[in-house]
């Protein structure tokens, strides 16, 4: 039980840190720059279940597309974990992708599939964080994964609902600090998985 217990607190941190809803705040609020009240949360909503749907198929056909594409489970926590560890090197070194600072001349509701959803929401990093913790892992490890970013859909969903509220409290310097904080965090998941893959490597040649 509290084996169980580690591990959905693990895939919360793992989801919490990748995804962290207050530091993607600003971002939704530029991409929705101009939209009234109730297209900003006609694209919260599409956001978040096109999120949830993304993560979901990956988690439910991991391990077939892994056997699809011949991937291994070292090479995928290897390959994974340098790239979550690059994403968090990102955020601890304040850069941003140019679509943090997209500027919307009309106002699109496609913005809640791309880039809100893809990549934002529903990255490689969120991807990799969501295979990595089924890749190898039970039918009830499979469906906490997906409860708790359920779980954390849901938290995303309130944080960019009250978006404005939470931006003119805090401010954005205390935003990117979290952010900085996340990317450490998230630095360290990736820097355990290579660690992981690497071990599982000299395992297999011993």
């Not at 500027?103 to 964080?129: Q, Y």
């Amino acid at each position: 039980m509290s084996d169980l217990l580690t591990y959905c607190i693990s895939v919360f941190t793992g989801f919490f840190a990748i995804m962290n809803p207050l530091s993607n705040i600003p971002i939704f609020l530029s991409l929705t720059e101009g939209a009234s009240k109730a297209e900003k949360q006609k694209v919260n909503k599409k956001a978040i279940l096109v999120a949830f749907i993304i993560i979901a198929v990956f988690v439910v056909l991991g391990k077939f597309i892994f056997q699809l594409f011949g991937i291994t489970i070292p090479a995928f926590k290897i390959t994974g974990g340098i790239l979550i560890f690059y994403v968090g090197f990102d955020m601890l070194q304040s850069r941003k992708s140019g679509v943090k600072h997209l500027k919307e001349t009309n106002f699109d509701e496609n913005i809640a599939v791309s880039p809100l959803a893809i990549p934002i929401l529903a990255g490689p990093g969120t991807i990799v964080t969501a295979m990595n913790f089924t890749s190898n892992a039970t039918y009830l490890n499979i469906g906490l994964v997906i409860l708790i970013f359920g779980l954390m859909c849901v938290l995303t969903y309130i944080t960019f609902s009250l978006s404005d509220f939470i931006a003119a409290k805090i401010g954005d310097n205390v935003i990117s600090v979290i952010g900085k904080i996340m990317g450490l965090i998230i630095a360290i998941i990736g820097t355990t998985m290579v660690i992981q893959g690497l071990k599982l490597t000299f395992d297999f040649l011993n």
